[in-house]
């Protein structure tokens, strides 16, 4: 039976500004499984970074529950231990990677095990080992701004495996890279997700990327549209308009399917899919 390594259960978040209320996450469920490629995916606004930053523990639902390796991410713990855990468990990788200036490439990418109390030359053979990796290692010396967007994306990444974290995740990690920097990232992610057995959740609204995914969570305004994996993520997948990196007619949706309410039919494993007219065995 496969592991679940994250839960996420009726999580609800609603944020106040001043008098006013505003619900950003209603009631979001899923799970994510250990050697899961998952995409939280939808358009920009609908709760992808809040429900990531849930996940992570940097941001405490409302209601419901996230468990993280069988333990209660927000249940008797400090902002100092879901840092700590974040650290040793999750390597992470932006859209745009944030770099010590005064420090070389290896030095960068070996920071974090510094963090964690790791010797200095632990650190530099570790670092040089998964810069060689991913074919970065000709350039440890070098500053990592002297370097192209899809390298420094590289070396980002390198960054994130450093300290063999169980998952990684990418927050738009393609979105300042050209087409072709950006599929080469893609298979990156891929690779390790599927040569190392590393749990990747990804989230993107650029919906080409879904083909390499294994599980797409779909979230509109706040709401869970459906879990797409097998028969019916490939079919999702097929309605992806590569020219638009949109599903096809999803600008046109009815205004029922922007209210975030999931248009799902009586039976529960069955979710429509918005600017089609078909209906997606969800499993």
């Known amino acids: ?74 249940s008797n713990t400090t902002e100092d231990d ?42 530099f053979t570790k670092s040089i080992k998964v810069l060689n ?45 050209d087409y072709k920097s950006g599929v080469e990232i893609m298979e990156l992610l891929s690779k390790l997700n599927k040569e190392m057995q590393k749990t990747i959740i990804m989230v993107t609204h650029d919906l080409e990327y879904l083909k390499f995914s294994n599980k797409v969570v779909r979230i509109f305004d706040g709401s869970l549209e459906g879990v797409y994996t097998g028969e019916a993520l490939q079919k999702l997948i097929g309605s992806v308009s590569f020219k638009r990196g949109s599903m096809d007619g999803e600008e046109s949706a009815t205004k029922s399917e922007k209210t975030g309410k999931a248009n799902k039919s009586d039976d529960a494993s069955v979710v429509a899919v918005p600017g089609t007219n078909t209906k997606e065995a969800v499993k």
């Open 1 to 74: 039976m496969p592991e679940i390594q994250i839960k996420v259960d009726h999580v609800k978040k609603i944020f106040r500004v001043g008098t006013q209320e505003i619900e950003i996450l209603k009631d979001i469920s899923f799970e994510i499984e250990k050697g899961d490629f998952a995409v939280l995916s939808g358009p920009s606004g609908c709760g992808k970074s809040t429900t990531l930053h849930t996940i992570l523990g940097l941001e405490p639902p409302t209601s419901g529950k996230v468990t993280f390796f069988d333990q209660d991410l927000y």
């Open 133 to 177: 990796d991913l074919g970065m290692g000709n350039w440890a010396e070098y500053v990592p701004l002297e370097l192209s967007s899809g390298q420094q994306q590289r070396v980002a990444l390198a960054r994130a495996l450093v300290n063999d974290p169980k998952i990684i995740v990418a927050d738009e990690p393609t979105g300042n890279l």
């Open 82 to 123: 879901r840092s700590i855990f974040r650290k040793r468990n999750v390597g992470m990788v932006y859209q745009q990677a944030n770099w010590i200036k005064a420090l070389n490439v290896r030095e960068n990418v070996s920071f974090p095990l510094t963090l964690l109390g790791i010797s200095k030359h632990e650190a």
